[in-house]
């Protein structure tokens, strides 16, 4: 019987693109709600979310 393992990358990598989708999530919310930031700002924005997140 094959047992599924899931290495290391695999795991840091789903948690990497289910985060990226959050903020991705919360930037449409922001834009529905009329709160528009520059391209500059939303990238400095995720910047700092992910520097906290690591």
Do not use: P
């Not at 290495?7 to 709600?33: C, P």
């Not at 009329?34 to 500059?40: L, N, Q």
Request: no cysteine; hydrophobic share 40%; net charge negative.
């Amino acid at each position: 019987m094959e047992v599924a393992v899931k290495t290391t990358d695999e795991v840091n990598e789903k948690i990497a693109m289910e985060t990226l989708l959050s903020y991705l999530d919360k930037g449409i919310d922001d834009m529905e709600a009329g709160r528009m930031h520059t391209v500059d700002e939303a990238f400095r924005i995720i910047r700092e979310r992910m520097n906290n997140e690591l």
